[in-house]
Each structure stands twice: as C-alpha cells, then as structure tokens.
C-alpha cells in the first residue's frame, strides 16, 4: 500500500513497497514539461533535463554520475514529457543511498556550466536529427501540432533548431528557480525499503528551501481550425500515418472506458484494426490504437506504416473501424477480453519498480489524489459495453478527425477527402 506524505517545505514523497524484490528505484518528478514554455524557450525542458547529468556538487561531471551508478550496476535516465520532467535510479536496494547521492546532488546542486551547455546543444542537434530521420516518431508529434494547435500543448518537446540554438545559461537558471520547487517536486520510491531510513535520506540529500512555482498552471485553450490534414513531404520508403481524434483528460469519469476502446480497436495483435488493417487486407506493417490522457485535454489515434502506394485504403480502412464500434456493441467475449489485457499489461508492468514508482509519482504530482492498483482495476471492470459505444459515439465525430503523414505524398485535399464515413 502506498503512502504519500508532504514535508514542511512543501515536497511530496510517495512511497510504493512492492513484496518480493531486491530493487529500488528513486524517482524524482517535477511539473516542469514542456507546456510550461514559451515560443522563445520551446525546448527547454528537455535541454535542461540534458544539463542536469553534467556535473553538481559532488558528482562533477557526467561521468563521475554514471560510474557511480555503473559501479553498482544500476540503471539511470531521465524524461521530459509535456507535463513534467522525471529523473529515476533504480539499483539494487541495499545501494540505495547511492541513488539519493545522485539524484540530490544534480537537483538541489546542478552547475550549468557555459562550456557544457554549448556541448549538449551538440548532443541535442543531433537527437532533432534522429527524431527528423525518423518518421515513425515524428508523425506524433505532427499530429498534436494540428490537433493542439499552435501553443505549448502542440509544440515539440526537443524545440526547433532555432531555439535549441538560441537558449543561453541564464535562461537554464531563470526555469530552474521558477519551476524546480520544493512544492512542484515528487519523491516518488518503489521496491524493498525501509520508510524510516528512506526518510533519513530524503532529509539528507533533498535540502530543497521552501518555495512555490513562479507561475500558474495555464488551462489548454481549444484552438478550433478546419485544417484537417498536416503532410510532410518527404521520399521514404513507407508512408507513417495517424487518423485520430480529441480524447478525454486524465480523470474523466470514462477514462477507462476510452482507453478499453482504444485495445480494442487497435491494443494489440488481435484487435479490430491489426485483423482488419494488417490481417486482412495486408495493407500495413504495424497498426496501433492508443490514448494521451494530459491533465486537461487528450487524443484517441490510429498509427501505421503503410504501403505508400496504399495509403488511401488504409486511410479508408481505419474510418471504417471508427464508424463500426459506433454502430453495434461490442460483443462480452471482446469487452471481457480487452478488460483483461488492460489489466494483465498493468500488472506485468508494475513488476518493475520503475514503472511503479512512476505510475505513482505522477498521480501525487498532477492530481488531488493517488489511486491505487487495485482502485484502477475495479475502474476496468466496470466498464461496459454501453460504456463503449457511448465514448465510441462521443469521440469519433467526423467534423473532428485530424490526419498527419509523413512520406512521397503532395495533395492535402485529397487525403482531407478521405476522412469520411462512408
């Protein structure tokens, strides 16, 4: 069972015993994604997330940080989401003071230095160009910029090459101190530990002084647009594409129920669209469903690699999984078979110490409350095939489908025509 606690200074600590393991993992999350940016800062998080592995007080550089870590033979990264950034290691439990050591000291002791700031923008360059290379990636994000629209919620998270360029020290220091506080900070700790001595480690390597955030947290705004297609031109072998829709928040009352739609069309190899899109007609490599639940605003989407020279059919096909789990219940067999995948990938997650520490921490970070396992899956059980429909008949309105592409394809009209129910 899970225990969340709020010091004086006002951190959260969360911690998650899990039976049965030798692990731990220390996980520190702070609401600090890239929502919060500027157009002139767009990237920020994510580059300053690079700067905190380069040398604090006691670890002076970056590899002082990962022999510490590779001296015990744990595991270290770090994230930037839209929401929140996180930084975890996760090493065998009788080390984990090592892990507060190295978290501590780049959260609460970070230098920043020029020279390594000028060196990671390399190093970040270079992952632009990954993601740029690779369509499979960047078709996501081209589809939040023309669902969210121009603002936070649809920029990029690395930034664009003109920021990534432009971002200066002053600028890592000035996000840190508005946004790195003390009561926008989660300790989030799962696997084998003692609460007493993990407390003790908290109070000795997380000195963070009391303090607020220097901003408020600003709503999604709707940004309404007839724009329905975002084309990238580019010569690739195969054409990556997403037909999706607005989803729900985090939260929603049919959280649960959106999300048993989104297995159940396309959660896995038996789902409606690999049987139908892949299966059948052979029109794709891989076909995938999912959801993004964010705090305010969410996205229900189908992803594939298609054919190039097919795309139009896989488009077609796609719509038409959309229009038939409006138009009939699912059957009990397939709502009670998507209900236990979802909570079978669930469980099997929560083995890692990671994931669980994460799971946890980002409740305690971004909601009034933190639900438990066992509170999540009696949501998932109670959905029914009512429930389905109705989300199903909620979400997939034609006014509202967006598609983004990536690949050797000119005409945005043409693939706008596509997007109907026929």
Partial sequence: MHKLTTLPNGLKVILTPIEGTKSVTVLCLVGAGSRYETKEINGISHYLEHMFFKGAERYKNAAEVSGAIDGVGGDFNAFTAKEYAGYYVKLAAHQKEIAFDVIGDMMTAATFLPEEVEKERNVIMEEYNMYQDTPMYQVGWDFERLLFGDQPMGWDQIGTKETIHALKRDQFVDYKNKLYTADNTVISISGHF?????????????????????????PFEQITTEKKVILQHKKTEQGHIIVGFPGLPA??????????LSVILGGNM??????????????????RTSTDNYTDIGAITTSAGVDTTRVDMAIEAIMLEYKKIQDEEVGEAELTKG??????????????????????GKQALLHHDVKSVDEILKKIDAVTAADVKRVAQKLFVEEKVKLALIGPFEDEEHFASLLKYK
Avoid: N, T
């Avoid at 939260?251 to 048993?260: G, P, Q, W």
């Fill in 194 to 218: 003692e609460e007493a001595e993990v407390m003790d480690l908290i109070a000795k390597y997380f000195p963070i002084p009391e303090g607020k955030r220097a901003f408020d947290f600003k």
């Fill in 251 to 260: 939260r929603h009352e049919d959280e649960y129920a959106e999300k048993i």
């Fill in 270 to 287: 038996s789902s409606r669209m690999f049987m139908s899109v892949r299966e059948e007609k052979g029109l794709c490599y891989y076909v």
């Fill in 339 to 360: 209900k236990e995948f979802m909570k079978g990938k669930i469980i099997l997650r929560l083995e890692d110490s990671e994931e669980y520490a994460h799971m946890m």
